[in-house]
């Protein structure tokens, strides 16, 4: 149950001891499937040492469970650094990816491209401490170029992409009709309905984190409107831990501990059993990730 398509666990946990607290109190949760997403064209190996590290002070039960459920992305976000390094980060990515396949092991291969794509938001006081000098045409065409190579490189190696879109709906549309690789995850989704559908007749999943909870008296009937109008085939759930955590812990620092409560306002919104929704989101991400 409770499964998490996104979150940063080193970011969230960069402490040995309370990264295996975490993964041990996630474990008990029985989840079938969380995956630690990139950010950075060099983080992979060094995520994947910080989780080797965490697993080694872990009970052996628990770490046995956390081996079954604990996939990795790789991906660029688009930063302005990123995206003005593009071409050295793209191969800079690639040989991560190359050297985890080697020494990955128990984790099997990267499960996904991402998170990459499109932020056109800009708030100086956001971690990413973007203004408006920031999106100059030469970064609007480099963080579009980022973008369109990840997808890329998604198609050449088979795999699912996590799309990051914020403030660009047009923008990520037409760079994913360009690429011609629809399969994936629109992250965080933050658009409506008659985007959602855009992207679900591509052939897109939907994830949903614990933004949705914050909807106001304004906003619920449109909320209630979007959570039912996902299908339960394209529907996911996530964290992005550590940010973004759902009512009542806003404000707090995020974790898949808190996913459950994601879980408990969109099965009642839907209608639905939260172990129903449960089992739609497993279902989803045994097709989108192909796994037995």
């Given at each position: 149950m409770f499964s998490d398509t996104h979150f940063h666990f080193k970011t969230m946990d960069d402490s040995i001891e309370a990264g295996a607290e975490t993964l041990k109190r996630y474990a008990a949760m029985d989840p079938y499937f969380?995956?630690?997403?990139?950010?950075?064209?060099?983080d992979l190996m060094d995520r994947l040492g910080h989780l080797e590290s965490c697993i080694s002070a872990m009970d052996s039960d628990s770490a046995s469970k956390v081996?079954?459920?604990?996939r990795f992305s790789a991906g660029i976000w688009p930063s302005v650094p990123e995206i003005e390094s593009r071409l050295e980060g793209i191969r800079v990515?690639?040989?991560?990816?190359?050297?985890?396949?080697?020494?990955?092991?128990?984790?099997?291969?990267?499960?996904?491209?991402?998170?990459?794509?499109?932020?056109h938001h800009w708030n100086?006081?956001?971690?990413?401490?973007?203004?408006?000098?920031?999106?100059?045409?030469?970064?609007?065409?480099?963080?579009?170029e980022l973008f369109l190579m990840q997808l890329e490189l998604a198609e050449r190696m088979d795999l699912p992409v996590v799309v990051h879109s914020r403030d660009a709906f047009e923008d990520t549309l037409s760079c994913l009709d360009e690429a011609g690789w629809h399969r994936g995850i629109i992250h965080c989704y933050s658009y409506g309905i008659n985007e959602a559908?855009?992207?679900?007749?591509?052939?897109?999943?939907?994830?949903?984190g614990g933004s949705t909870t914050y909807a106001g008296k304004s906003r619920i009937e449109e909320m209630h409107a979007l959570l039912n109008y996902v299908p339960d085939d394209r529907i996911l759930l996530e964290t992005d831990a550590p940010y973004l955590s759902p009512v009542?812990?806003?404000?707090?620092?995020?974790?898949?501990?808190?996913?459950?409560?994601?879980y408990a306002f969109i099965a009642g919104h839907r209608?639905?059993?939260?172990?129903?929704?449960?089992?739609?989101?497993?279902?989803?991400?045994?097709?989108?990730f192909r796994l037995g």
């Open positions: 969380a995956m630690d997403i990139g950010t950075h064209s060099d081996e079954k459920f604990f990515l690639e040989k991560q990816i190359e050297s985890f396949s080697n020494a990955g092991g128990r984790f099997g291969s990267v499960a996904a491209i991402g998170e990459c794509g499109l932020d100086p006081s956001n971690p990413d401490a973007r203004d408006a000098g920031d999106f100059s045409d030469s970064v609007y065409r480099g963080e579009r559908r855009k992207f679900l007749d591509r052939g897109w999943y939907v994830a949903f009542p812990l806003r404000g707090k620092p995020n974790s898949p501990l808190n996913i459950s409560h994601t209608g639905v059993e939260v172990e129903m929704l449960c089992e739609c989101v497993d279902s989803n991400v045994r097709t989108l």
